[in-house]
């Protein structure tokens, strides 16, 4: 547990300088770029993801595995990152606007349990916020994350296959389109008889 938490701290220093490094270059002329993001796992699957079994902020374990066969934005955040706390308002109404098409967004937070929950207390959001540990990122870098930084979203499509990646912050403009598209292209998603839509 305190190997864990040591190797979290070391990620977080390292993301804040890597973060900070890349949104400097990406806003060096006042517009923001692309920042480049290792795009080889796109249709690879995502099995790194739902082998993840972590803690919700209440310290109830929860696997991801629980969403395969839904598409899923797995968001990977902290609550000292400013472009992370700025795109989840926009994850927030997406999730609201798709959860009855079988979407689902998960963010795993690479920071404590403790910043976690206040963090929910003062921005509330509908989707869960899971404790990451050396495994989750571990599984960021698998997806595409080589430079280690936040914030970094995967979206998986209905058959656990990586379909987008995306390092920095993903707007709701950017992200509306890419959902729509998994939705429109795949096999129609059916809430099992003992899950509510949207859970």
Request: aromatic share 8%; proline share 8%.
């Amino acid at each position: 547990m305190k190997s864990s938490a040591i190797w979290i701290t070391i990620f977080g220093i390292i993301s804040v300088i890597s973060g900070y490094l890349i949104l400097n270059q990406s806003q060096s002329d006042g517009k923001a770029k692309s920042i480049p993001v290792d795009t080889s796992s796109v249709g690879a699957p995502a099995s790194p993801i739902f082998g993840l079994v972590l803690p919700d902020s209440t310290g109830h374990a929860q696997a991801l595995e629980q969403w395969r066969g839904k598409i899923l934005v797995v968001n990977y955040w902290a609550t000292w990152c400013p472009p992370c706390r700025e795109e989840m308002p926009g994850f927030a109404r997406l999730q609201a606007k798709f959860a009855a098409k079988g979407v689902q967004f998960v963010g795993i937070s690479i920071d404590t349990a403790v910043k976690v929950a206040e963090f929910q207390k003062e921005t509330p959001v509908n989707y869960p916020l899971l404790i990451g540990d050396t495994g989750a990122i571990d599984s960021s870098v698998a997806l595409g994350n080589s430079r280690q930084a936040l914030p970094f979203t995967a979206v998986i499509d209905r058959q656990g296959r990586v379909a987008a990646v995306k390092l920095g912050r993903f707007t709701e403009a950017d992200l509306e389109p890419e959902l729509v598209g998994l939705v429109s292209h795949s096999p129609q998603w059916m809430p099992s008889p003992d899950r509510a839509p949207g859970t």
